[in-house]
């Protein structure tokens, strides 16, 4: 960030839920910035000849997690394999561990301008379509309030699937007999994949091929391994919460100031659809970076880039990344569209009067079939909802609120 300090005055403060949506109003991609960032980054590495070795290193040292299998519960049929794309779900979770597990330590948790939380949300989902008959990949974000049918029956928030399958496994994981806290953390994440994965493919009918997942770390880390993403904003802003502090203008923003910056909630003149745009422009901007010639051809850069991956992204084991960069060219030159699920209303409440966003799964589920060219048309208008508004990833700095 600039050096300068600012304080916005006179700001409206929002809770958790908030972001109305003015008259007129277009639907905007939600959440587009963690696991997006880190896929990005490895497939820009195996789409060039610049960092073929250094591609080799990060995929036989990647994390994986095996979970898209036949699901746990009988009576739940997976949509067929052969859906006209391959399809990527990806995941930014708000988790407080490391990749073995591990607590992170308090000095890391300050750094992030977080606390240790017992609960996991996958605040970023976006399900990622590269069309087998060539067409332009789409980046489809799924609003973490969306009210969805949840596996073993019920329904809730989508972005809570994860975290409610996880403390069911760790409870029965410890009443086992189990005490290894790193072991049952590990295990119990697999749990909440699988939950999330199966909610997802129920909602949408498309059967996911592949899974990555990055968290608060990662983000950090990558940023911090590109040297800062440039944005700019409209008016200076604070949030105590997030950590935002920003004044008017341009800034570099790396670490936690980039965390500060995407998760900002409070003090937005339109609440959570200020941050929207707030992660969409910031991940045009960080593409920008991780394909410019200065990041691709500088050793130290690749070799920070490489260990951030390393300690941060998790994909199923049969990724492989430089055979997806081949066939998804137009993701490392930035000629992708994104795109959010057409929705009913984003000011819905939930039997028990938890804010939610209503969604017609049947809409939802023509408008993906529609991006992998199965069928003739999106669902936003035809079905009544929202109309989701497609973007492109380019290099321009958008000032933002």
């Known amino acids: 960030m600039s050096p300068e300090a600012g304080r916005a005055g006179g700001k409206t403060t929002l809770d958790d839920d908030a972001g109305r949506k003015p008259a007129g109003a277009r ?48 009576d739940v049929k997976p949509p067929p394999a052969d859906d006209g794309a391959e399809d990527i779900l990806l995941v930014g979770v708000d988790a407080r561990t490391d990749m073995q597990g591990n607590p992170l330590p308090l000095s890391m948790l300050r750094t992030l301008r ?59 994981l410890h009443a086992t007999g189990r005490r290894d806290a790193a072991g049952i953390e590990r295990d119990s994440d697999q749990a909440g994949r699988k939950a999330l994965v199966q909610t997802i493919q129920n909602l949408t009918q498309v059967r996911i091929d592949h899974y990555a997942e990055v968290n608060l770390l990662g983000f950090y880390l990558i940023t911090e391994a590109l040297g800062g993403v440039d944005v700019c904003l409209n008016h200076a802003t604070e949030d105590k919460d997030s950590g935002a502090d920003f004044t008017a203008g341009r800034h570099t923003v790396t670490g936690a100031e980039a965390l500060s910056f995407v998760r900002q909630r409070k003090n937005l003149p339109r609440g959570d659809l200020d941050r929207i745009v707030r992660q969409q422009v910031f991940l045009g901007s960080a593409l920008n970076k991780v394909l410019s010639g200065g990041v691709l051809t500088n050793p130290a850069t690749l070799g920070q880039l490489t260990d951030a991956l390393r300690r941060s992204l998790v994909l199923d084991p049969g990724f492989d990344l430089l055979q997806f960069a081949d066939k998804a060219k137009g993701l490392a030159s930035g000629d992708m569209r994104f795109e959010t699920i057409p929705v009913i209303t984003i000011n819905g409440r939930s039997p028990d009067g938890q804010s939610i966003v209503q969604v017609d799964p049947h809409a939802v589920q023509q408008f993906a079939a529609g991006l992998a060219g199965r069928a003739s048309g999106g669902g936003g208008a035809a079905a009544g909802g929202l109309v989701p508004a497609a973007h492109s990833a380019r290099p321009n700095v958008t000032c933002v609120n």
């Open 27 to 74: 639907s905007i991609p939600r959440r587009v910035g963690l696991s997006l960032l880190a896929l990005l980054s490895v497939i820009a590495l195996a789409a060039t000849g610049y960092a073929y070795l250094t591609y080799h290193e990060v995929q036989s040292d990647l994390r994986t997690t095996d979970i898209l299998g036949e699901p746990d519960t009988p």
């Open 114 to 172: 977080t606390e240790q939380s017992g609960t996991i949300n996958t605040d970023t989902l976006i399900v990622l379509r590269v069309p087998r008959n060539g067409a332009k990949p789409t980046a489809i974000s799924i609003p973490r309030d969306t009210y969805v049918d949840i596996p073993h029956g019920g329904q809730a928030k989508i972005n809570s699937v994860y975290g409610m399958a996880k403390a069911t496994a760790a409870a029965q």
